[in-house]
């Protein structure tokens, strides 16, 4: 991402976070880990490298105003949410079922 177009109020590098809720625009993270938090993004997508996310969950509250700034959304965000989310309900029962076989 181009850090020259964002704003960052405040660096985190090399922290762990777990339970918490984290805001991401205006921060930027780097080498963080995240561990069951909930991700607030407003407006401006974050700044992460780096940062290893599990099991969070995103509440997502930005305004799309074309296809353009919808398709960078997309390509920043979208990755990064598919891996960071946690398994469903019925994700989970299937992975315990095939231990127990």
């Known amino acids: 991402m181009d850090t020259k177009t ?4 405040q660096i985190h ?12 625009s205006g921060h930027g993270y780097h080498n963080c880990r995240f561990f069951r ?3 607030i993004v407003r407006e401006s997508p ?3 490298t780096g ?9 997502i509250d930005m305004l799309v105003h074309d296809h353009r700034h919808w ?13 960071s989310l946690p398994k469903s309900f019925m994700e989970q029962r299937e992975q315990s079922k095939r231990r127990e076989q």
Not at 6 to 9: F, K, L, R
Not at 13 to 22: A, L, M
Request: charge should be negative.
């Open 6 to 9: 964002q704003a960052i109020v």
């Open 13 to 24: 590098e090399n922290k762990s976070f777990e339970d918490q809720t984290i805001y991401l």
């Open 37 to 39: 938090c909930t991700f």
């Open 46 to 48: 974050p700044f992460m």
């Open 51 to 59: 940062c290893h996310i599990e099991c969070c969950i995103w509440h």
């Open 71 to 83: 398709e960078n959304f997309v390509k920043i965000l979208g990755p990064m949410i598919q891996r």
